[in-house]
């Protein structure tokens, strides 16, 4: 069994600064590609950021150059830094990743339950 805790959410005023934080643990062999989510009311769940195993980044339109994707691979986690924060950066964030197991050969991807970031005006 596999799961991915996420941390870090909160309350900030517009223009401030988070950082999420994201924990896989259980029978893990590896991870491939890392991600975050988001998910506003009333709105669809979107990709914010994503990384993969050798660290390649990709970002959203509406994130880039605010928001920074990293990993440590010895501790199974994600983390994401957002500054420059904007009250439509509000959402439940949820984390993403693509594991392997030990013995498999294939990956299978898990979410995490989210973690909710408001930011007021």
């Known amino acids: 069994q596999v799961q991915l805790v996420e941390s870090g959410g909160g309350l900030v005023q517009a223009g401030g600064s988070l950082r999420l934080s994201c924990a896989a643990s ?8 890392m991600g975050w989510y988001r998910q506003a009311p009333g709105k669809q769940r979107e ?7 050798s660290g390649r980044t990709n970002y959203a339109d509406s994130v880039k150059g605010r928001f920074t994707i990293s ?12 500054n ?3 009250p439509e950066d509000a959402a439940v964030y949820y984390c993403n990743a693509d594991i392997k197991g030990p013995g ?3 990956a299978i991807n898990y979410w995490g339950k989210g973690t909710l970031v408001t930011v007021s005006a």
Not at 26 to 33: K, M, V
């Open 26 to 33: 259980g029978r893990i062999f590896s991870i491939n590609a």
């Open 47 to 53: 990709l914010v950021a994503g990384i993969t195993s």
């Open 71 to 82: 990993r440590d691979n010895a501790r199974n986690a994600v983390y994401l830094q957002m």
């Open 84 to 86: 420059s924060l904007k």
């Open 104 to 106: 498999l050969n294939y």
